[in-house]
């Protein structure tokens, strides 16, 4: 388990195989830039290692901040909820999504977060230059970021997209969304199609494209929808691809037939300094810029 000798605060990303995470360098340049005496890693534990992180690092205090990645979102919050004597704080949208990636504490406390939906909102109105509102968007993948993008843009109100399609080969993942927007759409959450057809019918429509799934992650990983598909695409049409660390199959032949398409670098820069405003109560404008160098240096080695 974890061990501070450093008299620092310790922060991390808790998450399972993510050696490969660039979240470390962006917090602990942030940490330096901020002069904030903390430390930021990795702890990549097994599932049934799960339960005994929790109680000896993170509910024993010492750890005072994580991120949490695949496969931990839903299983952290089942837990503390269910743990007799944790004093959990859930904000509400953590409660629509199921899901969460940040965690912070305060005193005694355990407040849950989720940056993700609001990190995509930003980098897509920043760095892509879109605004979602009365749009149509299709979304590949209704799992993790997918069901959370979806969702949360589904709960803009005056601000939502006119139409959300989501497809995934997973029904059992397309059905729990669908579910979940069902329960909640009293409270203002628009309606969001479920895509369960081959075809992907609904994406010739579409004025953003968004992959979330972990296609392209790895080298030599096709795009998620064929070349004929992409083609067919409205060339006002802005692809964004969740996965940041490459120039994926995706953007490129989107690139090729004239169509404007992103990488997530931008979301995973907002969500940490996201995460950082929250622990440090620094200024998400002011943290910002500096992870999103700290993340161009390292992709740029």
């Not at 830039?33 to 992180?53: K, W």
């Not at 509400?92 to 990636?101: D, K, L, Y």
């Not at 799934?213 to 802005?238: H, M, S, W, Y």
Request: net charge negative; proline share 4%; with cysteine.
């Amino acid at each position: 388990m974890a061990e501070n000798t450093s008299n620092a605060e310790l922060y991390g990303l808790l998450g399972r195989n993510i050696a490969y995470s660039l979240s470390p360098a962006m917090h602990n340049a942030a940490f330096e830039h901020f002069g904030i005496r903390a430390e930021y890693r990795i702890f990549d534990v097994t599932p049934e290692n799960l339960g005994d992180f929790i109680k000896e690092e993170l509910l024993s205090g010492k750890v005072e901040g994580l991120n949490i990645t695949v496969p931990y979102k839903t299983d952290v919050m089942v837990f503390l909820e269910n743990f007799p004597g944790a004093k959990v704080s859930l904000t509400p949208f953590p409660r629509i999504s199921g899901a969460i990636n940040t965690l912070r504490r305060t005193g005694d406390s355990l407040e849950l977060h989720n940056t993700d939906g609001e990190g995509f909102y930003a980098s897509l109105r920043e760095d892509a230059g879109m605004d979602p509102s009365g749009k149509n968007i299709f979304i590949l993948g209704a799992g993790g970021a997918g069901r959370v993008i979806a969702l949360y843009l589904a709960g803009l109100g005056g601000d939502a997209p006119r139409r959300i399609d989501v497809f995934d080969i997973d029904k059992e993942r397309l059905f729990s969304l669908k579910d979940t927007v069902g329960r909640y759409r009293g409270s203002g959450i628009l309606d969001v199609h479920v895509e369960t057809r081959s075809d992907l019918l609904g994406i010739g429509n579409a004025d953003l494209v968004v992959n979330a799934t972990p296609i392209g992650t790895r080298e030599g990983d096709t795009a998620p929808i064929d070349d004929g598909i992409v083609g067919e695409l409205r060339k006002k049409c802005v692809i964004y691809d969740l996965v940041y660390a490459r120039e994926t199959e995706l953007v490129k032949t989107a690139r090729s037939k004239g169509l404007r398409a992103f990488n997530g670098e931008g979301m995973l820069a907002n969500q940490g300094a996201l995460a950082f405003s929250l622990w440090t109560g620094k200024p998400f404008d002011e943290v910002k810029p500096v992870m999103r160098a700290a993340l161009m240096r390292e992709l740029n080695r």
